[in-house]
């Protein structure tokens, strides 16, 4: 699977630590869109950047990470067909994906170890949607974005 990953100054080393954890795995292959350091920088940038790639069917799925994963998640919701969900631990990584069919990931850089992390990106790697019930509510999401004027 094609996941694009991008964070924020705060997420930075936590997504450098994702790559490197998942180097052997080929079941998941990182498009990485920065940033590139510690310096400072603005998360909406990077959430930007990710979004673009989902939406231009570059990658199947995304990752975010800033400190929190809040302004990120504010960020990425955003843009219409965007379903990121913020999660902080694996129980809430599959049921983002069972229930939400969620398309990006966001985590909280400045509260998440790696071991954590890289838990549940393969739990929400390999976990399916449900549909049924949850379909008819994601379909109530899509009427909410159709609604909303630019
Ligand atoms: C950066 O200091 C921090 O505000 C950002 O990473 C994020 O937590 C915002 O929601």
Redesign the pocket.
């Known amino acids: 699977m094609k996941i694009a990953i991008g964070s ?4 930075f080393g936590l997504k450098e630590s994702i790559k490197m954890e998942f180097k052997k795995d080929s079941s998941l292959e990182f498009v990485d869109v920065g940033t590139s350091s510690i310096e ?1 920088v603005d ?1 909406p940038d990077y959430a930007e950047k990710v979004v673009e790639k989902i939406r231009n069917n570059e990658v199947e799925r995304g990752i975010l990470i ?7 998640s ?1 960020t990425a919701n955003k843009f219409k067909g965007i379903r990121a969900t913020l999660c902080f631990n694996e129980e809430l990584a599959s049921l983002s994906r069972k229930h939400n069919n969620s398309n990006l990931l966001v985590l ?3 509260f998440m170890e790696v071991s954590r992390a890289v838990r549940m990106i393969k739990i929400w790697q390999k976990t399916l949607f449900e549909g049924g019930r949850h379909e008819r509510r994601l379909k109530k999401i899509e009427d909410i974005e159709k609604k909303e004027v630019e």
């Not at 924020?8 to 997420?11: E, K, L, R, S």
């Open positions: 924020d100054h705060a997420g400072s998360y800033c400190g929190t994963g809040i302004g990120m504010i909280p850089g400045r």
